[in-house]
């Protein structure tokens, strides 16, 4: 299958090596992946402010890019999210039926393997590891991806540890982090609390992670971070051996950046 | 309670810095409390049962002049004085007006966020009238003469020290008396209360239009007492609260007791349908319902926002919040705090008067998911941003930033050179000056950047 990859603004710059790992992830299982060189933003900064008429340029954009795409894949659940939710909402008055196609064929990583691909064991590399597992907001709620990404890596061998607050928000949200920074580090700070003893926390959100690593580095919790691509591509990677359990976002970044 | 929720940033950063204490009692109470609804919610059909009052809730809003005309025959023909209140004031004149009628002197009180909404106890101090709270909840706050900061749970926000050590003082309590003891001895005040009230005064969490029922939830049965002991029962009810037919207060009772404590239903429910029917019945001798308006018909007509009519206060949106869990509901600055505050606020008082509450969300949707009526609080949340960007009411800075995003995102090019330039010449650095980044980055370490962007590494070829 041609998948065409939607890297994200966070992931581009933020999560290179998370990016790649899709990537390699993906043709692992397959797939032959292009990277359409004219995408930019999905516009979610704009929509979550409400200015939907920025946000609908920003989604006709979009649009236009992956207009003749097969499949669209992205390592990010709330981007994701603004494209198969958001841009129908958005086109409502305008083009609706370009926008409800393109939801159809759009993914986040985790939903793509699971769901469209029919993939849960993709390697046994994350054997022994403990990992907890934060849930994004969009990812569990909007695309219910409920069980898909912990499916993956159980899968692959991790135990994912139960945590209470895996399903809370972690207190992002974009501009509302800039607007209300107390209460969104607050936020922050109850996920850290409530967190049990993992190697790592594993998410399919770069913005969770930023956040949440910035939040858990000032405050001294040597908490380590790994994007669900990396994560997964370790699984199937499994003969590198230096494992994500050294994996510091804070440090130095390694491959697996994040 | 008057609003004054302009500065909700700065109330909130004081909260979370000053008093930790609220935090950890808000936050350890909501979790047990939205551990409970899901159970519940987990025992029944709960998808169903949720659309299933979305429809009712819908099918009433848009014939609710029927139905109210309808409930105030049925009031009427079971010996029920109805009233009706456009706004606060006239609520309370009408409260004032029967109150020196029937030369009341003591009242006694259900918990109702409507008569917070409406301001009535001071305005019946102000008359020389002794107000009594009756729930323990209410009455704990209206010792301390705290405003409620939970729709259910009024004084959740207290831990059981602070209510030890207030009732050490005021009732000579043990000051290390268990929560039972103390409900004994609130209980031994209240019971005099009771006694010597002229006149009950509840809210109404329904009003059933096809009987002229009003239906009244609780758990510790106060609200039984107060609708039955005293000579007069007034009733303040939003003009939204009713149902329409007596079968559909089955499911509402259910529905609701599983969301706001997750309860199969309250340990009390009243359904008052009017006066004693004769001398020496039980009973109070009037009932008075006060059909109450105010702002909600403008709320009804908004484009969006009328969804938000249909809540039925059960607080389940506030138990789930990560936002609200942070600060308790002092800090949200009205009656209605939490994810249904801040979008019924900016419909009841305006938006300008509810600003910024539409901005206090991260949209992570756990409201909706919890939302017995299912009323899309992310999504009205936004139709409020929007509005507050139409109007101008945010700051010019961040619209012009956006602005200036949507040019450069839907321009390639440009869109790759902003990218390069912003993270990778220093952007951290940089970031410490924006306005908007500064308190940002104190709370946080700025994330580095990745040493090369994908798109190189894609160039470069990915193995
Ligand atoms: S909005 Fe929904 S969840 Fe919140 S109080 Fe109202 S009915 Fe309950």
New binding site residues.
Partial sequence: MKVALFVTCLADHYFAEAAADTVRLLRHLGCEVTFPDAQTCCGQPAYNAGMSREAARMAHHTMDVFADCEAVVLPSGSCATMVKRFYPRLAASNPAVQAAALADRTFELGEFIVRRLGVTRLGDGLAGRRVALHQGCHALRELRLETEPAALLEGAGAEVVPWAASDECCGFGGLFSVKMTDVSAAMADRKLDTLPRVDCVVSGDGGCILHLDGRSRIRGCGVKFVHLATALWRAVDEGVGDGMAERDHGGRHGRGNG | MSARIGDYATRSREAIRNHPEVRTAVTGATVAFDEKRRRAYGEVDADLWRRWAEAVKNHLLTHLGDYLVEAEARLEANGAHVHWARGADEAREIVLELASRHSVRSVVKGKSMLTEEVELNPALERAGIEVYETDLGEYILQLLDEPPSH?VGPAIHKTLEQVQRLFADRLETDPGGDPDELARAARGVLRDAFINADMGITGGNFLVAETGTVALIENEGNIRLTTSLPRVHVALVGIEKLLPRMSDLAGFLQL?SR??TGQSIGCFVSLVQGPAAAPGDDGPEEVHVILVDNGRTDVLVHEHAWE?L?????????NTCPVYRQTGGHAYGWVYS???GS??DPGLLGLHEAMPLPFASSLCGA?FD??????P?PELLLAWREEAQQQGLTPWKERAALAGLANVATRPPLYRLAGRVGTRLGAARAARKLPMLGDWSNDRSLPSPSPRTFRQLWREGIK
């Fill in positions: 729709i609701t969301a706001a938000a249909r809540c039925v206060r059960c607080g389940a949106c506030l939490g994810p249904i979008v019924l409201c919890a939302c017995p009526v299912r009323i609080i």
